[in-house]
């Protein structure tokens, strides 16, 4: 482990991908962007805002190393950042992306669904449908800048995004990759993936878990664009503005004409939704393939 400003952070993590080499080029490209020095960033431990009052926009920066994997605290800390962006006239848009190299979000914490009690796993999971709901029908814009591997509940923040963008690397993979696990998608992921790509599609890999590398992404639709690692925020932005161009008033009610309906699947029936997960959770074959999964993951480490 290397230590960092206080942060215990795994040497590895910070070396992957020539992160500290590719810092600088990353840091040009977002000063190029009108993002660089002089911005006043805020947020909360994990969550990065740096906001462009000017434009309008925030960009979202997920930093919980080492692989932005969905704690309850970073749900909570995402989603009272959301609501802070949501509710302050001077933001019209969002760019979610990843202050971590080659991870945008390694989904669900898995650590919080393993050995933990039935009152942790409801605690959790409510927290996930409030994200979801929250970023789903957000009526900022919201651009995925996805600069990094993006399985299950990751791939889910990016549908939930109006826009993605992905790095060209071979590392940067998006798919619900559930099945793999032995576990199973939520009906209101499996509804965003279904809004996205379509009923086949969809339907292929949500059964076979499958993790799309950037051009199979981009050809089955889960994607918009896909661009060099270094111009992700910066197209990212520049789809910002195209979004931005129009009223927001028309947009906003277009899109809830839009996610509503299925928003609304999950938003009434939210604790049966609840109960359902945590009795899922709970049966034995699912904490054995859970911890199979995790200790396999450790091990590759
Ligand atoms: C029950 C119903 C739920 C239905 C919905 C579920 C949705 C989900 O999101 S389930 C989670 C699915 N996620 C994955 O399968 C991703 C697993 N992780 C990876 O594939 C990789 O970690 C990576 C590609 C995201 C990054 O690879 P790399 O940079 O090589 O980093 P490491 O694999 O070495 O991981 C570092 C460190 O982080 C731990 N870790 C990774 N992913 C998770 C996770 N999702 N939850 C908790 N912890 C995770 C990993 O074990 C390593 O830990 P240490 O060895 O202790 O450093």
């Not at 800048?145 to 990016?158: E, R, Y």
Request: hydrophobic share 45%; charged share 20%; with cysteine.
């Amino acid at each position: 482990m290397a230590l960092m400003a206080g942060l215990r952070v795994p040497a590895r993590a910070l070396l992957r991908s020539g992160c500290w080499l590719r810092g600088a080029a990353l840091a040009g490209a977002e000063a190029a962007a009108g993002l660089g020095a002089g911005v006043r960033r805020f947020g909360s431990q994990r969550v990065l805002v740096e906001p462009d009052p000017a434009a309008g926009v925030a960009v979202v920066k997920l930093k919980s190393p080492p692989v932005n994997s969905l704690s309850l605290e970073l749900l909570t800390e995402l989603v009272i950042s959301l609501e802070k962006l949501d509710n302050d006239k001077t933001f019209r848009g969002i760019v979610l992306t990843s202050d971590l190299c080659g991870v945008f979000s390694a989904g669900l914490d898995l650590t919080e669904l393993c050995g933990r009690s039935p009152a942790h796993y409801a605690e959790y999971w409510r927290a996930l449908q409030e994200l979801w709901l929250r970023l789903y029908l957000s009526g900022l814009v919201s651009v995925a800048a996805v600069n990094g591997a993006s399985p299950a509940g990751g791939c889910l923040l990016c549908l939930s995004c109006d826009y993605r963008v992905l790095a060209d690397s071979p590392s940067c993979v998006i798919g619900p990759n559930e099945t793999r696990l032995g576990i199973v998608a939520p009906f209101w992921f499996k509804d965003c993936m279904v809004n996205t790509v379509g009923h086949r599609a969809a339907e292929q890999a949500l059964q076979l878990g499958t993790l799309f590398p950037p051009a199979e992404a981009l050809r089955v639709g889960l994607v918009d664009q896909v661009v060099p690692e270094d111009q992700v925020q910066s197209t990212a932005l520049a789809a910002m503005a195209r979004w931005l161009a129009i009223p927001d008033h028309a947009r906003q009610l277009t899109k809830s004409m839009m996610r509503k309906p299925t928003a609304d699947r999950l938003a009434k029936h939210r604790e049966a939704d609840v109960q359902s997960f945590v009795s899922f959770v709970s049966r034995d074959s699912i904490q054995k393939a859970l911890q199979t999964y995790l200790e396999k993951l450790k091990q590759k480490g």
